[in-house]
């Protein structure tokens, strides 16, 4: 039995010195870079509470820790089906790891569509704005970063999943003739968050009664469609026939997504407990 049984075959990745793939290392050297970036931003704010303004708003008043409880559980199990993926694909099982990718997809919609949900409450009923109090301004900054590089790990998922079907031995220029993948799949993940949202709004205002139905599928009846047909065109994508050029020799690509995904969802639960848990300890 060769001596490398069992451990992960980096033969085709090329490699630094101190044998770590080139991929990897970049992107260790890029998430410090941006370790350092959310320190800053998270001293920020520490700072500013330990010295809040005269006649400033309360956390306390302001935010919610059950929505953002549930948050940051999804994006935990996102962390997981992260995981699952990069442990599929290391195994050759290309079918595990397009179902852990798109759960993992899923996971980081319903965390974006929270933090949307929370901040437009934050605007309109907790009248905090970025500008009006020095609470909001380090808030936002801050959260609404971290945000941005959920969508960007959400947009590199959806990117790697319509890769995994590239076809074996494909010579023309792959990606445009896949856009239309692509673009259905983004389609179908903010069609389905702005019908999701809108529900919740519904529910919100009408509580749990047929007029909150009858409201939003008023209201949201084109995304609700446009849900529907995108994700038929995905399932028709999907069950595309032949083999692909996708394989453990990319395994590489998906575990430094991972250590992407990985570090944005570690981010969170220091933010989440800087943020939000610090000021119920008080």
Known sequence: ?????????????????????????????FL????MFFATLISTHLIYRLHP??????????????????????????????ALAVTAIQKNNVKSCRWSLIATIL??????????????????????TLSNSLLGTTFY???????????????????MYVRSFKPAGSTQAWFGKNLLHVVVLLGALLLSLKA????????QVDGMTGAAIS????????????????????????????AVDFNEKHAIDVESMGLYW???????????????????LK
């Open 262 to 280: 990985h570090f944005v969802d570690i981010v969170w639960i220091v933010i989440f407990t800087a943020v939000y848990l610090l000021e119920y």
């Open 141 to 159: 900054t801050l959260t609404g970063t971290h945000g941005c590089h959920v969508a960007i790990g959400v947009l590199w998922l959806s990117l």
């Open 215 to 242: 409201h939003f599928l008023k209201a949201e009846y084109l995304a609700i469609a446009g849900t529907l047909v995108s994700t038929g065109v995905l399932i028709g994508f999907a069950r595309a026939a032949g």
């Open 32 to 35: 410090a870079s941006d370790c």
């Open 196 to 203: 999701t949202l809108g529900l919740v709004h519904a529910l």
């Open 53 to 82: 303004p005269a006649g400033g708003l309360d956390p306390k008043v302001v935010f919610s820790p059950e929505l953002t409880s549930f948050s940051t559980f999804i994006l935990l199990m996102s962390s997981l089906m992260m």
């Open 107 to 128: 996971f980081g919609m319903i965390f974006l569509g929270c933090q949307v949900y929370e901040f437009n409450h934050f605007v309109l009923e907790k009248k905090m």
């Open 1 to 29: 039995m060769s001596s490398h049984a069992g451990t992960i075959d980096h033969h085709h990745d090329p490699s630094t010195s101190t044998g770590i793939p080139n991929k990897k290392l970049l992107m260790w050297a």
